[in-house]
């Protein structure tokens, strides 16, 4: 069965650091994958998505960036943390795409910025 | 552009019915999904419509009126457990590649 993991499930860092989130998928080939990120009650914002290895589509101009250096593999960085990057980071994965190809979710990063 | 619109709360008591709408306004269309969020959880998906009509998966349903840009999710026999957030979702205008969430609906089921 296909499995998604992403960490660290929280994170606290102070403005201008670095920042580095790692998702991995198992038991799935070439999937589709996503960064979102959510505020506090509030709906999802798609950040990038991935169909293959090095590509990659930003949705929103940000301080942020992703890369996928394997086919499973989808990272999300920044140089310079911002207060404003303050969310919760979900990674997700779909087979293909398509409306009718549901989106799979890992658990989550909490990161607050101090 | 691409924009989905859904009802901020809506709380109903344990055993009702509750319906939950979304709007959407899109260039292209590629279907409606529905994902179910708990406080603290992630996403979870629950149906698909790609046609008009009504898909049925256990105590939930889900409609969809391409010719309206409507849809919405029906929750049956509601229980305590059912209280989170709802969202629909529509891939966005890169032919399909990209996905646009509405703001999610807050369910609140009372005892």
């Known amino acids: 069965s296909q499995t998604i993991h992403q960490w660290p499930a929280t994170l606290v860092q102070p403005v201008g650091s670095p920042l580095s989130l790692e998702c991995t998928v198992e038991?799935?080939?070439?999937?589709?994958l996503y960064w979102y990120r959510q505020a506090a009650g509030r709906g999802l914002q798609l950040l990038f998505y991935?169909?293959?290895?090095?590509?990659i589509s930003s949705e929103v101009p940000q301080n942020l960036s992703a890369s996928r250096p394997q086919d499973r593999q989808f990272i999300l960085s920044s140089k310079k943390l911002l207060l404003s990057d303050s969310g919760f980071y979900l990674c997700?994965?779909?087979?293909?795409?398509?409306?009718?190809?549901?989106?799979?979710f890992g658990d989550g990063t909490r990161l607050s910025i101090l | 552009g691409q924009s989905l619109e859904q009802p901020s709360e809506v709380t109903a008591v344990e055993g009702a019915i509750v319906q939950i709408n979304c709007t959407y306004q899109?260039?292209?269309?590629?279907?409606l999904s529905w994902y179910q969020q708990h406080d603290g959880g992630a996403p979870t998906f629950l149906s698909y419509?790609?046609?008009?009509g009504l898909e049925e998966t256990g105590r939930f349903s889900s409609f969809l009126s391409r010719s309206d840009s409507y849809g919405y999710l029906l929750l049956q026999e509601l229980q305590m457990k059912d209280s989170a957030s709802y969202f629909c979702?529509?891939?966005?205008?890169?032919?399909?590649?990209?996905?646009?969430f509405g703001p999610g609906t807050r369910l609140s089921v009372l005892p």
């Open positions: 419509n790609a046609l008009d």
């Open positions: 038991g799935t080939s070439n999937p589709n």
């Open positions: 991935s169909v293959g290895i090095g590509q």
């Open positions: 899109t260039s292209g269309f590629y279907g």
């Open positions: 997700a994965w779909s087979t293909g795409t398509g409306s009718n190809q549901p989106q799979h």
């Open positions: 979702a529509a891939p966005g205008d890169n032919y399909g590649q990209n996905f646009v």
